[in-house]
T-cell receptor, first 114, second 112 residues
Framework: GENVEQHPSTLSVQEGDSAVIKCTYS??????FPWYKQELGKRPQLIID?????GEKKDQRIAVTLNKTAKHFSLHITETQPEDSAVYFC?????????????FGSGTRLSIRP | DGGITQSPKYLFRKEGQNVTLSCEQN?????MYWYRQDPGQGLRLIYY???????QKGDIAEGYSVSREKKESFPLTVTSAQKNPTAFYLC???????????FGPGTRLTVL
């Protein structure tokens, strides 16, 4: 079945440095790739998403890149700040999923060192 | 996502009891979902519904039941058949034909 793998499971970076989280997906027909941020005890919140007809998308310090050929996509956070500390989930929506069923990765716990 | 509410925030259950978790949305979304999240883990789909009076099993439906009598509401019942129900439960919804899911604040269920 569909599968989304996410790496690394934990990531620690110095404040001000960049962080990169990578995901691969198995269903080549997937066409929508959201990223969610979840703070401790809170709900996941959508931070950025990308569709299969786009290779890159930026929103201030956050960017997502998509390589359809290799079936992987990545989240880039630049100039990291303490409030970026959270768990980040990537996800993929298989094409033809009438209920917009989303397959989530296992999550990356990002810690920003002061 | 401010239009999705879940109650209660915390719920304690004795073994052998059924409990029902509430999820309400005023976003006019057709599709609604229930996920389970265990500590340090990802999200696993329990049930989802595309339209009123219709729902489908997700990846871990055993021991759970749902109903969708109203567009705004998608309650989840955790039955006594669910052997390890202690977890964080998240409800989500999405627009018709849309992909982005918006989450409620969650219910933390603990079995005593």
């Amino acid at each position: 079945g569909e599968n989304v793998e996410q790496h690394p499971s934990t990531l620690s970076v110095q404040e001000g440095d960049s962080a990169v989280i990578k995901c691969t997906y198995s269903d080549s027909a997937s066409n929508y790739f959201p990223w969610y941020k979840q703070e401790l005890g809170k709900r996941p919140q959508l931070i950025i998403d990308i569709r299969s007809n786009v290779g890159e998308k930026k929103d201030q310090r956050i960017a997502v890149t998509l390589n359809k050929t290799a079936k992987h996509f990545s989240l880039h956070i630049t100039e990291t700040q303490p409030e970026d500390s959270a768990v980040y989930f990537c996800a993929a929506t298989p094409r033809g999923s009438s209920a917009s069923k989303i397959i989530f990765g296992s999550g990356t716990r990002l810690s920003i060192r002061p | 996502d401010g239009g999705i509410t879940q109650s209660p925030k915390y719920l304690f259950r004795k073994e052998g009891q059924n409990v029902t978790l509430s999820c309400e949305q005023n976003l006019n979304h057709d599709a609604m979902y229930w996920y389970r999240q265990d500590p340090g883990q990802g999200l696993r789909l329990i049930y989802y519904s595309q339209i009123v009076n219709d729902f489908q099993k997700g990846d871990i439906a055993e021991g759970y039941s749902v109903s969708r009598e109203k567009k705004e509401s998608f309650p989840l019942t955790v039955t006594s058949a669910q052997k390890n129900p202690t977890a964080f439960y998240l409800c989500a919804s999405s627009i018709p034909g849309g992909d982005t899911q918006y989450f409620g604040p969650g219910t933390r269920l603990t079995v005593l």
